[in-house]
């Protein structure tokens, strides 16, 4: 079942704007749309999240501020990207406020 509170509409900033731990179960049933250059349209439902947060030592931001997480300790509503492995990219969506690091990790 798709996630009524926010199916069909597009997420704004100041709703990503709490803590990944809100915001990563809402995204359940969402559905994440990217327009290619060509015009072509790609949709596909999030089935699975992970949330990351201040004091999470799995996070990337838990010990400090890098260049490369930064954006993590941004405003809401900015995608992190990374690679794992040298091979898998990650996306993640920045929840929180600007200063808090906090990301919710779209597994799937």
Request: hydrophobic content about 45%; proline content about 6%; charged content about 15%.
């Amino acid at each position: 079942m798709l996630n009524s509170t926010v199916f069909d509409q597009i997420v704004e900033p100041n709703w990503l704007a709490r803590s990944a731990t809100e915001v990563a179960p809402l995204l359940l049933g969402c559905v994440l749309v990217r327009q290619l250059p060509d015009g072509q349209i790609i949709r596909g439902a999030i089935v699975e999240t992970e949330a990351y947060a201040v004091g999470d030592p799995a996070f990337h931001a838990y010990k400090s501020r890098t260049s490369r997480n930064s954006v993590v300790f941004g405003a809401p509503g900015r995608s992190y990207v990374y690679l794992i492995y040298g091979i898998y990219h990650c996306f993640n969506v920045v929840t929180d406020l600007d200063g808090v690091p906090s990301a919710v990790l779209i597994r799937a």
